[in-house]
């Protein structure tokens, strides 16, 4: 490989965070150019050696002097050496982003039930401390980019919100339909505990965000039936259904009387279709009892007494039953 007399790197858009100099192969009296949010870093058997911010440097044995001390370069002149040049960039990125590969199983005990919550946000991060950072992420990787960085952290990232986002459902703080009301607080617990995991590998994270908590489209139904049934439920609650039934059962007598050609004088009676089912008391019960207003016949109040009388005699009404209604009849006279 061709000796080089200038290193640098024009990068051509701000997505790379690192970037390896495609030639190991450098000579005393080269000049390394930095630029601005930049710095340059020497790679030699695995160790991070010399840094250099920006600017442009000639390399001597006098500002090399790690590199010096390991390969013992000679003074002057353009001898080879061999070394890895990582360019580092610097500068502050704030729209990484983050989000759930899967969704996160939590029990919500606010519903009653587990649920599946997906999660994203955005991220920022500055890298504060090249040495560190090239070593324990780059590794032996040629270039790094936002992508490269984020497998790297996007683990602790999600950790971090897991946990904070199970203890926060689980303990009722916040339902999963409630949890926008705790973003900030979420955000600000998961990234202290972030922010400490990141400044082992010399990274500062710079902001955390999260845009959505949320439950797939499948799940949200399922919850959304549920809650229909329960309001479906806590409104009959509060009807009198016993009552009502009790009515209903009643109508259904006399309706199978009706229709029954061997039942003696009631079936006849009210086959032949008297309607005493609201000048009646059970007619009258059933008339409050589902709420429909009892209507009027235009039989005499004399054949109103007889029938009644008969529904007395046959053991359909009481006599309690009996004698309200006459009195009541009587009144209307």
Same mark, same amino acid.
Not at 229 to 237: D, G, N, Q, R, V
Not at 246 to 274: C, H, P, R, W, Y
């Given at each position: 490989?061709?000796?080089?007399?200038?290193?640098?790197?024009?990068?051509?858009?701000?997505?790379?965070?690192?970037?390896?100099?495609?030639?190991?192969?450098?000579?005393?009296?080269?000049?390394?150019?930095?630029?601005?949010?930049?710095?340059?870093?020497?790679?030699?058997?695995?160790? =991070?050696?010399?840094? +250099?911010?920006?600017?442009?440097?000639?390399?001597?044995?006098?500002?090399?002097?790690?590199?010096?001390?390991?390969?013992?370069?000679?003074? %002057?002149?353009?001898?080879?050496?061999?070394?890895?040049?990582? #360019?580092?960039?610097?500068?502050?990125?704030?729209?990484?982003?983050?989000?759930?590969?899967?969704?996160?199983?939590?029990?919500?005990?606010?519903?009653?039930?587990?649920?599946?919550?997906?999660? +994203?946000?955005?991220?920022?991060?500055?890298?504060?401390?090249?040495?560190?950072?090239?070593?324990?992420?780059?590794?032996?990787?040629?270039?790094?980019?936002?992508?490269?960085?984020?497998?790297?952290?996007?683990?602790?990232?999600?950790?971090?919100?897991?946990? #904070?986002?199970?203890?926060?459902?689980?303990?009722?703080? =916040?339902?999963?339909?409630?949890?926008?009301?705790?973003?900030?607080?979420?955000?600000?617990?998961?990234?202290?505990?972030?922010?400490?995991? +990141?400044?082992?590998?010399?990274?500062?994270?710079?902001? #955390?965000?999260?845009?959505?908590?949320?439950?797939?489209?499948?799940?949200?139904?399922?919850?959304?039936?549920?809650?229909?049934?329960?309001?479906?439920?806590?409104?009959?609650?509060?009807?009198?259904? %016993?009552?009502?039934?009790?009515?209903?059962?009643?109508?259904?007598?006399?309706?199978?009387?009706?229709?029954?050609?061997?039942? %003696?004088?009631?079936?006849?009676?009210?086959?032949?279709?008297?309607g005493l089912g609201a000048g009646l008391p059970i007619g009258g019960q059933i008339g409050q009892q589902i709420n429909i207003p009892a209507t009027p016949t235009t039989d005499s109040i004399g054949e109103k007494l007889r029938q009644l009388k008969i529904l007395l005699d046959d053991g359909l009404i009481t006599q309690e039953q009996f004698d309200e209604k006459r009195n009541k009849l009587i009144e209307d006279l």
């Amino acid at each position: 490989m061709a000796l080089v007399d200038i290193i640098k790197h024009e990068a051509p858009d701000d997505t790379l965070f690192v970037w390896k100099h495609p030639s190991s192969q450098i000579k005393v009296g080269s000049q390394l150019v930095v630029g601005e949010g930049q710095q340059a870093i020497f790679v030699k058997g695995g160790q =991070a050696l010399d840094c +250099f911010d920006p600017g442009t440097h000639t390399l001597i044995t006098g500002n090399i002097p790690l590199l010096d001390k390991i390969i013992n370069l000679p003074f %002057g002149g353009d001898t080879p050496f061999t070394a890895e040049v990582w #360019f580092v960039n610097t500068t502050v990125k704030r729209d990484l982003k983050w989000g759930t590969p899967n969704p996160i199983p939590l029990m919500d005990t606010a519903l009653g039930f587990p649920v599946s919550v997906r999660a +994203f946000g955005k991220w920022g991060a500055k890298i504060t401390d090249v040495r560190s950072f090239v070593m324990q992420i780059v590794g032996t990787q040629s270039h790094a980019d936002a992508e490269k960085v984020h497998s790297y952290f996007i683990g602790k990232i999600i950790e971090s919100l897991t946990t #904070f986002l199970g203890r926060t459902i689980a303990s009722g703080e =916040a339902s999963i339909l409630q949890i926008a009301s705790v973003f900030s607080g979420l955000s600000d617990a998961a990234a202290t505990e972030i922010m400490i995991e +990141f400044e082992k590998f010399g990274v500062e994270l710079v902001n #955390f965000d999260i845009e959505s908590i949320n439950l797939p489209n499948e799940e949200m139904e399922k919850i959304q039936a549920v809650f229909a049934k329960t309001l479906e439920a806590k409104e009959l609650s509060k009807t009198n259904i %016993g009552g009502a039934y009790t009515a209903i059962k009643s109508f259904e007598v006399l309706n199978n009387a009706a229709t029954n050609q061997n039942d %003696g004088t009631v079936g006849a009676m009210i086959g032949a279709g008297i309607g005493l089912g609201a000048g009646l008391p059970i007619g009258g019960q059933i008339g409050q009892q589902i709420n429909i207003p009892a209507t009027p016949t235009t039989d005499s109040i004399g054949e109103k007494l007889r029938q009644l009388k008969i529904l007395l005699d046959d053991g359909l009404i009481t006599q309690e039953q009996f004698d309200e209604k006459r009195n009541k009849l009587i009144e209307d006279l």
